[in-house]
């Protein structure tokens, strides 16, 4: 009997990492330099979109966009004119110059007036949260003025709502109620290196979907120069910084002196698709309901303001994840009949600020009720064994529930997100499901607390996290890749043969988002 365990486990690790070599294939096509990024609306964009459309025509599954395998997705581009803009703090008429790229950036994620002045305000973290008590626009005078916040949320919310109410436009709401005109945002936890982040503002912006309406102008500050906005004021980012580790109340207080900003914008417009397949189901009423596989196909493009070639190839982000999905669609086709239809879809525009997903989400090539859950895979980190799984979003329905079974299956604990403050809850395509009532999860390889997989993990969100370095000469552990592949397709199995579609838990927050 142990020979035979044996022998099985060889030719289970046989079978593994010939997925994982499948897998590979798929990426080193989507990361290849020939494709330059895979930039929303860019040439190496439309190579990487035949591509999929051309596999899953491989695969026999049926087109499920508006044209064909494809659904074209309007973009409103912006792209900042750093030249003829500037951005100034004015102090009993003398205005200070701040330096744009090194202490503070634009943000086009919306569309800025071309001039700006006025008054400043510090407003904490910037959030009203009547689910926990929390009101940090209470008795603010905000009508005309720029709120000044900073990013993140108390430590102790939960974390999936923490995430939530940091959501750009979710945030934003309540300070245009109350009369804000625009934004500075300072960060005190740096997930991608200032010079990282700051080299992304000369990159077009574009947006499918806008829901931020009012926002005049949006800036980023660099928390090292930040002390020039308070000067004056009695306060420091220091103290506001130590009081927010601390998880202590954050002062709310006027900043002496205007801000005044002048944004030159080049506008335009372009089309970059989605790319969408299904597997139809043989239920007589349950295969008109669909379980949604999703991924990003899009990444950053080429820029020259990086040493080497300069291009973004983003092999974990997300060429990794299509790869997956791919990989994952070729399984359910090669296995047994499912009783749900499911639903494949590389959606571009992730960086972008989600686009692609919430536009897909709003205009779903099938009727909206009938999605019944999303399982989303961007950067799910194979860089060594996979021997926890993390999820997010696990707590929040009954689909977490099943993965959590099937993990089980698989002999793969789960354990909690170990950096909720980081926001991935709401930073992958996912939440653009959840925000339409949809049970969602998105995975990632899991790691205990001092391991050296957190420490592989870390290092890597330090040193190729949107950087040119996340290409296909970084170490991957490829088995280990087409071990989640089998994982994730026996998910989305369970999923599409259960009696009852996912639903959201009765004390989940997002429960109020269910149509």
């Given at each position: ?166 959501s750009s436009d979710v945030r934003w709401e309540p300070l245009r109620k109350r009369g804000a005109i625009g934004l500075i945002t300072l960060s005190r936890v740096q997930t991608v290196p200032w010079p990282r982040a700051s080299a992304a503002r000369l990159q077009a912006s574009m947006t499918a979907v806008a829901d931020e309406a009012g ?248 040193t190729r996290y949107h950087a040119v370095s996340d290409d296909l000469a970084q170490p991957v552990d490829i088995p280990a890749a087409g071990r989640f592949t089998e994982y994730l397709a026996a998910l989305v199995a369970r999923t599409a043969n259960l009696p ?16």
């Amino acid at each position: 009997m142990r020979r035979l365990f044996c022998f099985a486990l060889v030719v289970s690790s046989l079978f593994a990492e010939s997925v994982g070599e499948r897998w590979w294939k798929h990426v080193q096509f989507l990361a290849d330099d020939k494709l330059e990024g895979r930039n929303t609306g860019s040439e190496g964009h439309r190579q990487a979109a035949a591509y999929v459309a051309a596999e899953f025509e491989r695969l026999g599954l049926q087109a499920a966009g508006t044209q064909g395998y494809l659904q074209p997705v309007p973009f409103a581009t912006r792209q900042i004119d750093e030249a003829n803009s500037k951005l100034e703090i004015v102090r009993d008429g003398k205005a200070v110059a701040v330096e744009l790229g090194k202490q503070a950036y634009f943000s086009l994620r919306t569309d800025p007036a071309p001039a700006v002045r006025a008054p400043m305000v510090f407003v904490g973290y910037g959030l009203r949260v009547p689910e926990q008590n929390h009101d940090d626009l209470k008795g603010v005078n905000l009508k005309g003025k720029i709120a000044v916040m900073l990013a993140g949320a108390p430590k102790a919310w939960p974390g999936p709502l923490a995430a939530h109410v940091q959501s750009s436009d979710v945030r934003w709401e309540p300070l245009r109620k109350r009369g804000a005109i625009g934004l500075i945002t300072l960060s005190r936890v740096q997930t991608v290196p200032w010079p990282r982040a700051s080299a992304a503002r000369l990159q077009a912006s574009m947006t499918a979907v806008a829901d931020e309406a009012g926002q005049q102008v949006s800036i980023v500050f660099n928390p090292e120069h930040a002390e020039m906005l308070f000067a004056g004021s009695g306060h420091t980012v220091k103290e506001l910084f130590d009081l927010a580790a601390a998880e202590q109340p954050l002062p709310k207080f006027p900043l002496v002196g205007e801000l005044a900003a002048t944004v030159a914008v080049k506008r335009g417009e372009l089309s970059s698709p989605n790319v969408a397949a299904k597997l139809e189901g043989t239920h007589p009423k349950r295969k008109q309901e669909y379980v949604v596989v999703s991924a990003h196909l899009d990444h950053l493009g080429k820029t020259t303001s990086f040493a080497g070639d300069g291009i973004f190839n983003g092999a974990l982000d997300n060429a990794s994840g299509i790869a997956a999905m791919l990989e994952v669609a070729r399984q359910l086709k090669a296995g047994k009949p499912l009783e749900r239809s499911v639903l494949f879809v590389a959606v571009t525009g992730e960086e972008k600020g989600l686009q692609g997903s919430r536009f897909f989400a709003r205009n779903p090539t099938v009727p909206a009720r009938q999605l019944v859950a999303n399982c989303n895979m961007d950067m799910f980190m194979p860089l060594h064994a996979l021997r926890y799984l993390t999820m997010l979003g696990i707590d929040e329905s009954t689909l977490g529930d099943t993965a959590r079974e099937v993990a089980g299956e698989f002999a793969l604990p789960v354990l909690p997100d170990p950096i909720p403050e980081q926001r991935r809850f709401i930073r992958s395509d996912q939440y653009s499901f959840i925000r339409a009532g949809i049970p969602s999860l998105a995975f990632k390889f899991g790691y205990q607390k001092g391991s050296p997989e957190e420490k592989l993990q870390s290092e890597w969100l330090k040193t190729r996290y949107h950087a040119v370095s996340d290409d296909l000469a970084q170490p991957v552990d490829i088995p280990a890749a087409g071990r989640f592949t089998e994982y994730l397709a026996a998910l989305v199995a369970r999923t599409a043969n259960l009696p009852q579609r996912p639903a959201w838990k009765s004390d989940s927050f997002f429960k109020r988002f269910a149509k």
